[in-house]
């Protein structure tokens, strides 16, 4: 594809191309648009009977993986698909947002990925490295302090000045280097008035071994009864061993961490690398996934994931919905019908027309609000932060009271008592565990409702879920089918079955109305063929009118029979009776004459009856408001042992419900499709879209639940309460190991037991309580839903 004319072309960010601003003959690269020189060495490829170039191997190989993709102009459609860098922000505080990992500098907790992925944690590298450096000098270092108790005395062997010189070498790498990020962070908690788990660390850690450097280079400055041999007992093993276990804290962290992203990076992977393209002339290749357009033609076989989101356009099969509904029963599939990217297609070969694609598909909805779920805050975090904000100064002045108090009060060396239990607090009193309590559930939380079908937009939602007490439900969609079907045939003259439905299905084949559609599905399934209408005439608000095969036939309420001269007394009993199991009568009249009732009704999910069971069980008080007639909706509620009904309510009537129901003091979810119940969801204590898989990201919804039923909203409330049950285990777990250990450090049972607690255990205890909390936390992700 040359040009006939020269012309000069920079194209900024090729330079590694090493393409030139040339004169002559030139191509554009279908890949990037760059310029290209042709010449006879240059990057080539035939498609199409026509001759592409390219400026790179690059350019050259993705040519080759997609040619139809480039050459047709697609790539240009599509626009560049640039990908925005991946943003990092604190578990704890998400308001902070950074373009690289590194530590918050509110609460010093290391940043991590919005959504996480496949790619390994820079961070849990470097102090995976650094922690085995630190081991590597704490183990003699102990050895070299303690061998004693194990019947090794290395320091008699080498002598008291030697090992203190050994103990100086070994530990300077690991406080100077391997713990230079506990001092940042420290320092950055300072700089910004903010306190933290790192400001205690620091300068426990900091005080230990600079007291240590004292005692080794100026032991003259410390009473007698301090030195041996001339020399100042010190902490070097203690300041390493602090950092080596805190250390083994952070990795233990920094894994766990990741793996409460597993769920979302297990929807990411539900959908495939590649896609089968068909093209017009019915040939099929696979193609890279970004490279799929909308509008694009696609093959998916028998044991595939669909790909993308679209619309089945030839066969039929079952498709496998439950990592994203949660449901498990497969769903047909036929010609219309929407198929959703990330779902596997069972046992039939489809072709579907994409109408969805990267961004813009259901899957990555779903991705996004998980991702923004695991960043938003519960209000109970606010009772840790809370405490957190007063945490640390309190710990601080409890180390100094703790070390003037040993030094006054103290047995000799009082000093050196004092040194070790004011480190001992400042370091087992660190606050992580309780930053950590909340945002570790939730996060995990996120995750586990994803993979039922429950989506939660934020961490608000779902604590106030796990308090409702009340719950509002409408009818159609949410505990019926949403589809209505035929049920009755009710013959009043000398016709038979056949004959009425025959005539009513051929009248209403004109009509776009959902009544019309079941009654001619209903003539379909029963193989009853249908003449043409002629005259059709749609009477608004009481039925249509029409001739079939040279008679005028009629189809609606009382009031259009009454209207067409037909007396439909005689048939008000049989359609009372229909009416009040639910179902819609319709009379039909032909050549003047009342011949026959059609019923249809809204099917009640099959799913319905025990999800209610299992809501009332739970203390749920459940009402349903819908827009249909009080008849009906009361023969549902009876059916279903529904509380309360509220029918033939307006969207605006369901705000009003919404707030009575506040007004009486009681706790309310609303469950609706997120369009026309908008204001009684965004006034609900929790508002819940009933999805179906097509409009997940429901601005008014606190909780979006793709399985469009009550079970999900089962799941959802099971799921909130064993958070918020998670969320209190973690604070008690975070606050036990606080207010226990912060006294013992501080020597309170010295007098009475001679117990103290030396810095090495206090930091083994303050790695513990981090972990008790993500492995506690952890336990969400087996939760039975």
Request: charged share 20%.
């Amino acid at each position: 594809m040359a040009a006939t004319h020269p012309h000069h072309h920079d194209h900024a960010g090729h330079g590694s191309h090493g393409a030139e601003p040339t004169s002559g003959p030139t191509a554009k690269d279908p890949v990037c648009g760059m310029s290209v020189a042709i010449k006879p060495d240059a990057r080539k490829a035939d498609f199409g009977g026509e001759t592409y170039y390219f400026c790179s191997e690059g350019c050259e190989t993705k040519f080759a993986a997609d040619p139809y993709f480039y050459a047709s102009g697609h790539a240009a459609a599509a626009g560049e698909r640039v990908a925005e860098g991946t943003k990092w922000t604190c578990p704890m505080h998400p308001e902070i947002v950074r373009d690289g990992p590194g530590a918050c500098p509110i609460c010093g907790m290391a940043l991590e990925p919005m959504v996480p992925s496949d790619e390994p944690s820079a961070e849990l590298t470097d102090f995976t490295r650094r922690l085995w450096v630190s081991v590597a000098a704490a183990v003699p270092l102990v050895i070299l302090t303690m061998g004693g108790m194990l019947g090794l005395p290395v320091r008699d062997w080498i002598g008291h000045e030697a090992a203190i010189w050994v103990e100086f070498v070994l530990a300077t790498p690991i406080v100077l280097w391997a713990a230079l990020p506990f001092f940042r962070r420290g320092w950055d908690s300072v700089r910004n008035r903010s306190p933290n788990m790192w400001t205690l660390i620091s300068l426990g850690v900091g005080a230990a071994y600079v007291y240590s450097l004292v005692a080794t280079f100026l032991p003259g400055v410390f009473p007698e009864e301090y030195r041996a041999g001339g020399m100042v007992g010190t902490y070097y093993e203690a300041a390493v061993v602090i950092v080596a276990l805190i250390f083994v804290g952070q990795v233990l962290e920094l894994r766990a961490r990741e793996r409460t992203g597993d769920a979302i990076r297990a929807l990411m992977d539900l959908a495939p690398k590649t896609a089968r393209r068909i093209l017009a002339d019915g040939t099929e290749y696979d193609a890279p996934l970004e490279n799929v357009v909308a509008g694009d033609l696609l093959r998916v076989r028998p044991g595939d994931s669909v790909p993308v989101d679209g619309e089945v356009v030839e066969g039929r099969s079952s498709v496998d919905e439950s990592m994203i509904t949660g449901e498990p029963v497969p769903v047909e599939k036929v010609e219309g019908d929407r198929v959703t990217g990330g779902t596997i297609n069972k046992n039939g070969t489809i072709a579907i027309r994409a109408t969805a694609v990267g961004s813009d598909t259901v899957l990555a909805q779903i991705v996004d609000m998980v991702a923004g779920a695991r960043r938003s805050r519960a209000p109970i975090q606010g009772l840790a932060d809370r405490v957190s904000e007063i945490f640390v100064p309190t710990v601080v002045g409890v180390a100094l009271l703790a070390f003037v108090a040993w030094l006054v009060l103290g047995p000799s060396p009082a000093f050196v008592f004092a040194m070790a239990a004011a480190v001992s607090v400042l370091i087992i009193a660190c606050p992580c565990a309780l930053g950590l309590a909340t945002p570790i559930s939730i996060t995990t939380a996120a995750g586990r409702g994803a993979q039922a079908g429950v989506l939660i937009k934020d961490a608000e939602a779902l604590e106030r879920m796990a308090r409702v007490d009340t719950l509002i439900v409408d009818k159609t969609g949410t505990l019926t089918e949403g589809k209505p079907t035929l049920t009755d045939i009710v013959p009043l003259a000398d016709l038979s079955e056949a004959e009425v439905l025959a005539l009513a299905a051929s009248l209403e084949r004109g009509s776009e109305h959902p009544l019309a559609e079941a009654i001619v599905a209903g003539a379909a399934a029963r193989g009853i063929a249908l003449d043409k209408a002629e005259d059709f005439e749609a009477v608004t608000g009481k039925g249509v009118t029409g001739r079939v095969a040279g008679k005028s036939v009629a189809l609606g309420n009382r009031g259009l029979m009454e209207g067409l001269g037909i007396d439909p007394e005689a048939a008000d009993e049989a359609a009372d009776r229909l009416r009040t199991d639910g179902k819609t009568a319709m009379f039909v009249g032909e050549g003047g004459r009342l011949v026959g009732i059609v019923a249809v009704a809204d099917p009640i999910k099959a799913t319905s009856v025990a999800a209610l069971r299992d809501l009332h069980a739970a203390g749920l008080r459940v009402i349903m408001a819908t827009g249909d007639n009080q008849r009906t909706a009361e023969a549902v509620a009876r059916k279903l042992g529904i509380d309360e009904v509220r029918a033939g309510v307006l969207p605006e009537g369901k705000k009003r419900l919404v707030d009575e129901l506040h007004a009486a003091g009681r706790s309310v979810a609303m469950a609706g499709d997120g369009v026309n119940d908008a204001p009684a969801l965004a006034a609900a204590d929790v508002g819940i879209a009933m999805g179906t898989g097509a409009d997940v990201a429901v601005e008014s919804a606190g909780l979006t639940l793709l399985g469009g039923d009550l079970v999900g909203i089962v799941r959802a409330r099971k799921l909130a309460r064993a958070t918020l049950r998670n969320i209190k285990q973690n604070l008690f777990f975070a606050f036990v190991y606080n207010a226990a250990g912060v006294p013992i450090a501080a020597g309170v049972l010295y007098p009475v037991f001679g117990l103290l607690l030396s810095p090495m255990i206090a930091a083994a205890a303050m790695s513990l309580s981090s972990v008790s909390v993500i492995t506690n936390a952890l336990r969400l992700r087996r939760l039975d839903l």
